[in-house]
Nanobody
Framework: QVQLVESGGDLVQPGGSLRLSCAASGFTFSSYWMYWVRQAPGKGLEWVSSISPRLDTRYGNSVKGRFTASRDNAKNTLYLQLNNLRSEDTAVYYC?????????????????RGQGTQVTVSS
């Protein structure tokens, strides 16, 4: 059974940092592109980042230069380092897996994702 479990969300002040984690199980983690997406209050899902099995990364314009995605294929874990946080980064953050092994499909709302972790940026 495929499972994705996010953790690490918290309340943080503007300018602060957080590190989110996503523990994956039930599939060959090292073979899949993985994604981070977020959903702000009252808004739709927004793609944040993609990371390939070989650690190539891509970012949305709103987070480029502030967020860094990484992964540890030996630990089946995905990470997102969030720096210089802003109030507009407040959202539930989800990790998701591509539907196809070793192929970059580009994120789709149809992809399996975890239950999410809440990040709140406020003073």
């Amino acid at each position: 059974q495929v499972q994705l479990v996010e953790s690490g969300g918290d309340l943080v002040q503007p300018g602060g940092s957080l590190r989110l984690s996503c523990a994956a199980s039930g599939f060959t983690f090292s073979s899949y592109w993985m994604y981070w997406v977020r959903q702000a209050p009252g808004k739709g899902l927004e793609w944040v980042s993609s990371i390939s099995p070989r650690l190539d990364t891509r970012y949305g314009n709103s987070v480029k230069g502030r967020f860094t995605a990484s992964r540890d294929n030996a630990k089946n874990t995905l990470y997102l380092q969030l720096n210089n946080l802003r109030s507009e980064d407040t959202a539930v953050y989800y990790c998701a897996k591509d539907s196809k092994e070793r192929i970059y499909s580009g994120w789709s709302p149809r992809f399996l994702r975890g239950q999410g972790t809440q990040v709140t940026v406020s003073s």
